[in-house]
């Protein structure tokens, strides 16, 4: 099955491998049963994504990416498992939906020369209001 990621980027779920694993934390007997988590792993470079893609995924600094360039995930916050698969699969195109959106370069900008002036002032009337405040001579 697809997943659309936007309008002209998708991954086929064969993709994707999904294990299922016990849960960590409290939750009583059920969690010692039940194997309710997902582990997700998307190997990057071998995905269909497209090559300027792989790479900004690959040069995130993310600790979730092993350095073979396979993303782990771990799903565990509801009680059943297609929850933790769907969630899982949900956070995995979230996070790839994220690198497409390119940043706009920074402009970089100088404060004005009237705004100088104006701190200066300011600081000057501080300072004035300051002396003021010696002992008082009789």
Not at 53 to 78: F, H, M, P, W
Not at 85 to 98: H, N, Y
Request: aromatic letters at 2%; a positive charge; proline letters at 2%.
């Amino acid at each position: 099955m697809e997943r659309k990621i936007t309008s002209s980027i998708s991954i086929d779920e064969s993709e994707i491998e999904m294990q299922a694993i016990r849960a960590q934390g409290a939750g009583g007997q059920n969690v010692n049963k039940v194997s309710s988590a997902i582990h997700l792993r998307f190997d990057i470079r071998a995905s269909s994504l497209p090559d300027a893609l792989k790479e900004s995924l690959l040069c995130a600094k993310d600790k979730r990416i092993t350095t073979d360039g396979v993303l782990v995930l771990k799903a565990q916050n509801y009680r059943t498992q297609e929850q933790n698969r769907e969630d899982a699969i949900t956070r995995l195109i979230g996070w790839i939906k994220a690198a497409t959106i390119k940043q706009k370069p920074r402009k970089p900008t100088r404060v004005s020369r009237a705004a100088k002036a104006r701190r200066v002032d300011a600081k000057k009337l501080r300072g004035a209001k300051k002396s003021l405040r010696g002992k008082v001579e009789v």
